[in-house]
């Protein structure tokens, strides 16, 4: 870890899960050992200690997982107390599953200065949870709202889930209605994505694109109707509510990552944590990239093209040390002919169009600075 660098934010992994859902292939585990749940805290308060001095100016927290609100009520409590005094200046999210928060958790986050929850929906419709392996009760999505709403939460995303074999378009635009029913002001909208290695890519080999593309533009023409713009290819918000935390990330932000599997960039190196829990807490090294510079930079690039904000071009005069203007020309031209990026007076971003093929555009460019690599 580089000791000159001050973190822009933090991001926390809390690997544990009350069960394995069949789609997911981010690191989780189901452990109910309350020793191991108190050596992971242990492990975690000794890193922070170790990193304070990079803490110092903050500008967001966002704990992810895994699934922190499965910790118990007391096990959460000492986690957000860890966080609670580094203060961060614009925002401090926890994920949540709406199967494990109940009043107590809420009252405790909100009053020791969590700012935002992020609830993983997917889906309220039963056929539909069941094909993703995901066991949450019917309505407990928006119980789970209501409740954190009571409690006086304002800033709230819900993910939900489209694409999934046997969900019909009714199905989907049910649920995005009741979740704007609720007043939500961010929501995440992933397309299911039949991941190598997930359980249900064992079991399910295709789902229905044409389908998959209905859903994509009912659920953004719901949603703008009710306020809320397409900020990052999955990502809607009313303006001013976006993600702060994710938006500073894609757009070059120094962040470390603590936790096992968690990734952390200091502007110059990326480096992963260990993805398994016991290696993580016995100490084993992170994992350094060994990307080339130019690759890194065509990354760091793409990320930001899944923005609508996209680069400023002065920022771009820096990245990696690298002018991307100059060094990138030739593509970024041909990207901008094809009608897949546009350029403002101060900006590069994705167009509309741009945003629906983010993944091509990345592979393009890494291919692209593979090429002058050489
Ligand atoms: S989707 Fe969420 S709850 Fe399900 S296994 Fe993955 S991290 Fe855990």
């Not at 938006?247 to 260990?274: C, N, Q």
């Not at 829990?277 to 690039?301: C, N, T």
Request: charged fraction near 25%; charge should be negative; hydrophobic fraction near 35%.
């Amino acid at each position: 870890m580089s000791s000159l660098v001050e973190f822009d934010s933090l991001y926390v992994h809390v690997p544990f899960c009350k069960n394995i859902c069949d789609y997911c292939i981010l690191y989780s585990v189901v452990e109910n050992s309350r020793e191991v749940r108190k050596a992971y805290l242990d492990k975690l308060e000794s890193d922070l200690n170790q990193a304070s001095k990079q803490l110092n100016s903050l500008k967001t927290i966002f704990v992810g997982g895994g699934t922190p609100s499965a910790l118990s009520f007391e096990d959460l409590e000492r986690l957000i107390k860890l966080l609670q005094g580094l203060s961060p200046q614009d925002e401090f999210t926890i994920e949540c599953n709406p199967s494990s928060v109940d009043q107590a958790k809420l009252e405790m986050m909100y009053s020791k200065g969590v700012t935002r929850l992020s609830f993983g929906g997917q889906s309220t419709s039963r056929k539909t949870r069941k094909m993703l392996g995901r066991r949450t009760g019917d309505m407990e999505l928006f119980s789970a709202i209501d409740l954190a709403q009571k409690v006086g939460f304002t800033r709230i995303n819900v993910d939900l889930i489209y694409g999934v074999p046997g969900q019909t378009l009714a199905d989907w635009q049910f649920d995005v209605e009741q979740v704007l029913k609720r007043g939500i002001r961010h929501f995440s909208a992933y397309s299911l994505i039949l991941e190598e290695g997930s359980e249900l890519s064992k079991r399910i080999h295709e789902t229905d694109d044409d389908l998959a593309v209905e859903m994509y533009h009912l659920c953004e023409d719901l949603l703008k109707e009710a306020g809320l713009e397409r900020y990052e290819v999955s990502n809607y918000a009313v303006p001013g509510q976006e993600c702060r935390h994710n938006l500073d990330i894609w757009l070059g932000a120094r962040y470390l990552g603590l936790g096992p599997a968690a990734a952390s960039f200091d502007g110059v190196l990326r480096w992963t944590e260990k993805a398994d829990l016991k290696a993580w807490i016995k100490g084993e090294q992170a994992e350094y990239d060994q990307i080339p510079q130019k690759e890194r930079s065509a990354e760091v690039l793409a990320f930001g093209f899944r923005t609508k904000l996209g680069w400023k071009k002065e920022r771009l005069h820096s990245l990696y040390g690298i002018d991307v203007l100059i060094e990138y020309k030739e593509i970024l031209d041909t990207l901008m002919t094809q009608g897949l990026l546009e350029e403002t007076k101060s900006s590069i971003r994705a167009t509309q169009q741009g945003l629906l093929f983010a993944d091509e555009i990345a592979s393009v460019l890494v291919e692209y600075a593979q090429g002058i690599s050489e």
